[in-house]
């Protein structure tokens, strides 16, 4: 089984999980190999941080927070290796369906009704969360998608009364405090919250399927749709350490299957005309969903998380309580609390 809370012995620790070609390994496997050869962590895929002998590593993109760089094996403060795992060459169903196999042992997914979420739902098979609040646009969608895929879903309704306390707790935790990131993490702050209520301390999202197959409006004006992908690309490792941060106020991890290493080398195979064309956006991630769920659903359109959820909004409405005409003058004043 595989931990996604740290599991320490003396001034060894790991936290999140270890695959090596598919095989997923005991957290003191993993440990045993880095100890006897710390180049062992070379080969580790999954979502992970490590901690041994005065030696750390980190999974490839750094999606689990941790000291050390991101895909760096370091001992004593010098990189020594990259974490680089090597997988053969794979179709695009295939890798998906094998990173959220590797993911799908435990825990639940965050589903909000769009393609992204609803696929991994579908072939994880685990519990469903969908939150937001009541009459949101998320809430609505993961209602109708749970019902047309048959899945098991909590409906986690947020009051709106809560949306300010837990916006100053995120304000504390997120490195880049603007607007958007606190709307964001605050909707992250109400679905790691679920979880942990439902017993789960990992939870699957859709996270990162927009950067990899052109998931957002722009992409339908943009000149050149490879070099704006590449440009969002490089802003996950951010977005991870914000949403982390944020999800372990309940002690949760976020898991991201779309940014296994397998679907990322996949989608990059890709030829732009496989992701846009015309007035259409994630063409080739649809058309793999379109085999395990109705075409409507998978053509879905869907809104950001944070606008979805109706969560920016209340944030939007806060604000103009609290006398600020510009939401992001009211997150600078809670970010100032925090300095």
Not at 131 to 149: C, N, T
Not at 257 to 280: C, F, S, T
Not at 326 to 337: E, P, Q, S, T, V
């Amino acid at each position: 089984m595989s931990s996604d809370h740290p599991i320490s012995s003396g001034k060894e620790w790991i936290r999140g999980w270890v695959e090596v070609a598919g095989e997923r390994l005991q957290p003191q496997e993993a440990l045993s190999r880095v100890r006897s050869n710390p180049l062992a962590a070379t080969a580790f895929g999954g979502e992970f941080s490590l901690s041994w002998d005065g030696c750390t590593a980190r999974d490839r993109l750094g999606i689990v927070p941790g000291p050390g760089p991101a895909g760096k094996i370091t001992c004593d403060g010098d990189a020594i290796g990259e974490v680089n795992p090597q997988y053969p060459r794979m179709d695009l169903e295939s890798a998906i369906r094998e990173a959220v196999w590797l993911r799908a042992d435990k825990g639940a997914v965050a589903l909000s009704g769009g393609v992204d979420s609803s696929l991994v739902a579908v072939l994880a098979g685990l519990p469903c969360l969908a939150v937001g609040i009541e009459g949101s646009h998320d809430l609505e969608k993961a209602d109708s998608a749970a019902r047309l895929l048959g899945l098991d879903c909590t409906r986690v309704a947020i009051r709106r009364g809560e949306v300010e306390e837990a916006l100053v707790a995120v304000v504390s935790v997120i490195p880049q405090k603007s607007p958007v990131d606190a709307s964001i993490g605050t909707t992250v702050f109400f679905i790691a919250r679920a979880a942990r209520d439902l017993g789960s301390s990992r939870v699957l999202t859709g996270q990162g399927a927009d950067e990899l197959f052109g998931g957002y409006a722009r992409y339908l004006t943009t000149g050149d749709i490879e070099s704006q992908l590449v440009t969002d690309f490089a802003t996950l490792g951010a977005q991870a350490d914000r949403d982390q941060a944020v999800a372990a106020l309940h002690g949760v991890l976020l898991s991201l299957p779309y940014l296994d290493l397998r679907v990322v080398n996949a989608a990059k195979a890709l030829p732009p005309e496989r992701k846009v064309i015309g007035n259409l956006r994630k063409v080739a991630l649809r058309e793999v969903a379109e085999r395990y769920m109705p075409r409507d659903l998978a053509w879905r359109e869907k809104k950001a998380m944070q606008y979805g959820s109706g969560v920016a909004k209340e944030i939007r409405r806060l604000s103009r309580r609290k006398g600020y005409t510009r939401m992001g003058d009211y997150i600078g004043h809670l970010a100032g609390k925090h300095i």
